[in-house]
């Protein structure tokens, strides 16, 4: 069954940087078949999605309204990793972050957990002065 590890996550002062990376391993598909998206969950409050990449021919992405402009994701399929720049980090970024991976579809969604059947573990990312 496919794993997948994120790491970056940290205590980071409001306007700062972070980069989390998702690295998966035991896939059984090309990684390049597998859409991936970042989704993150605060105390209190549902899981929601971030950003995606998708698996068709341009990578193409899509973020939540709440961080486009701010954050940005990218793959590299050498290494079976896929990264989050986050920039302009806010308070309300504060939340652990989960990485997933969809063999289902071409083409990703932040709108929704269930296309995706991998989860990561997590990481914690905290945004405070």
């Known amino acids: 069954q496919m794993q997948l590890v994120e790491s970056g996550g940290g205590l980071v002062q409001p306007g700062g940087s972070l980069r989390l990376s998702c690295v998966a391993s035991?896939?059984?598909?090309?990684?390049?078949?597998?859409?991936i998206g970042w989704f993150r969950q605060a105390p209190g409050k549902e899981r929601e999605g971030v950003s995606c990449?998708?698996?068709?021919?341009?990578?193409?992405?899509n973020y939540a309204d709440s961080v486009r402009g701010r954050f940005t994701i990218s793959r590299d399929n050498a290494k079976n990793t896929v990264y989050l720049q986050m920039d302009s980090l806010k308070p309300e970024d504060t939340a652990v972050y989960y990485c997933?991976?969809?063999?289902?579809?071409?083409?990703?969604?932040?709108?929704?957990?269930?296309?995706?059947?991998?989860w990561g573990q997590g990481t914690q990312v905290t945004v405070s002065s």
């Open positions: 997933a991976a969809d063999h289902k579809n071409t083409i990703c969604t932040v709108a929704t957990m269930y296309p995706y059947d991998y």
């Open positions: 035991r896939f059984t598909l090309d990684y390049d078949d597998y859409a």
């Open positions: 990449i998708s698996s068709d021919s341009e990578g193409s992405t």
